[in-house]
């Protein structure tokens, strides 16, 4: 953006546009840096995860996982036959880590 400008002889009216423009492109800029899409969907907040969506949020393979089930370290919920890690036992988990 940054540019050196020559300005021989320019009306009021030229001079205006051109700053006019430039005032436009840098709030063009700005708004692309500041608005997320508008086709963007918001992360879904959920009460329970998988155990894959809980190896991807703690950033660990399924094994670790479940030796952490082992030493009960992080207890999942048997939900309807299912294996789900509740958020709040993944929160103080890592309230716990930190």
């Known amino acids: 953006m940054a540019q050196t400008v020559t300005m021989l002889h320019l009306t009021k009216e030229e001079l205006r546009a051109e700053v006019r423009a430039e005032i436009y492109d840098l709030i063009n800029v700005l708004e692309?840096?500041?608005?997320?899409?508008?086709?963007?969907s918001k992360p879904e907040i959920k009460l329970f995860y998988t155990r894959a969506e809980t190896c991807k949020l703690l950033n660990v393979s399924l094994s670790t996982l479940q030796n952490w089930k082992t030493q009960h370290i992080l207890v999942p919920n048997k939900i309807k036959g299912r294996v789900l890690y509740s958020k709040q036992s993944i929160d103080d988990f890592l309230r716990m880590s930190a």
């Open 32 to 40: 692309r840096r500041q608005c997320p899409p508008c086709n963007e």
